[in-house]
């Protein structure tokens, strides 16, 4: 069984940097798109950032201020925020799905990010 474990979530003040972590356990396959998503009360999950083996894609809002790599041997996927904003301000959530199998969709707990003064 997949699981996803994040950690690296807190309160950073705006301008400030978070790394986020999610550590993979359970066998994921190269094919496996790893991804973040963030959600904020009364509102939809939305996609933060996405990673494969071939390449990387970012929300247009976080775009030049996040990244998103991973560390094979680490098992290990990691989101540096960079010059965060009060609108960053959400439960990030890790997020392992293998496209070709629809129940291999697999998700972290989350880790809360808060971005104040």
């Known amino acids: 069984q997949v699981q996803l474990v994040e950690s690296g979530g807190g309160l950073v003040k705006p301008g400030g940097s978070l790394r986020l972590s999610c550590t993979v356990s359970?066998?994921?396959?190269?094919?496996?798109?790893m991804a973040w998503y963030r959600q904020v009360p009364g509102k939809q999950r939305e996609l933060v950032a996405a990673?494969?083996?071939?390449?990387?894609t970012y929300a247009d809002s976080v775009k030049g201020r996040f990244a998103i790599s991973g560390d094979n041997a680490k098992n290990t996927v990691y989101l540096q925020m960079n010059s965060l904003k009060p609108e960053d301000t959400a439960v990030y959530y890790c997020?392992?799905?293998?496209?070709?199998?629809?129940?291999?969709?697999?998700w972290g707990q989350g880790t809360e990010v808060t971005v104040s003064s």
């Open positions: 997020n392992a799905k293998d496209p070709f199998v629809g129940t291999a969709d697999y």
């Open positions: 990673i494969t083996t071939t390449r990387s």
């Open positions: 359970g066998g994921v396959g190269s094919r496996y798109v």
